[in-house]
């Protein structure tokens, strides 16, 4: 099993999109093993996106991910980098496919409303970042016999 960091950003937490966002993917069978509410400081967001640090979009970005509480999670499956990936579709919300998150929630790439790590590297990196070890539960689900053959 991997794990993932994904984050429903301050445009999805204020379009009151936090609970239809974590049913997409509690319904496909993603396991939740951390989750919490937070405002992002400016320099976790410095690092976060670090590899984007000489786009022009920079400056704006760190704005938008600062700019309000984050819903912060940690999911757990089968391929879970790029099972999110695949849900939340592409960057820009008008070009992703239809019936993922950012098609069906989103406008513009500076609101996408969502984020999820690009590899299983990133996801290592990010769940560090955001998550202390103990913030991590452990646990098994009697339904995942029925997730998974
Ligand atoms: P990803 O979120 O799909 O992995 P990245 O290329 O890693 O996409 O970009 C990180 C975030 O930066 C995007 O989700 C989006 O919020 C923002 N972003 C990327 N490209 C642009 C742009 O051209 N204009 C404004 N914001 C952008």
Wanted: one cysteine or more; hydrophobic letters at 40%.
């Amino acid at each position: 099993m991997e794990r993932t960091f994904v984050m429903i950003k301050p445009d999805g937490v204020q379009r009151n999109l936090v609970g239809n966002i974590i049913a997409c993917f509690e319904k496909k069978g993603l396991k939740i093993v951390g989750l919490k509410m937070m405002r992002i400081p400016r320099d976790l967001a410095e690092k976060h996106y670090g590899e984007h640090k000489d786009k022009p979009f920079f400056g704006p970005l760190v704005d938008y991910i600062t700019s309000g509480p984050v819903v912060a999670m940690v999911l757990e499956g089968k391929d879970a980098v790029s099972t999110v990936r695949e849900m939340m579709g592409a960057t820009n919300p008008l070009k992703a496919a239809p019936g993922t998150i950012r098609a069906t929630y989103g406008m513009d790439i500076g609101r996408n409303v969502v984020h999820g790590s690009d590899s299983p590297a990133s996801a290592g990196r990010e769940i560090n970042l955001f998550f202390s070890p103990e913030e991590l539960v452990d646990y098994q689900r009697d339904v995942d016999r029925w997730i998974y053959e």
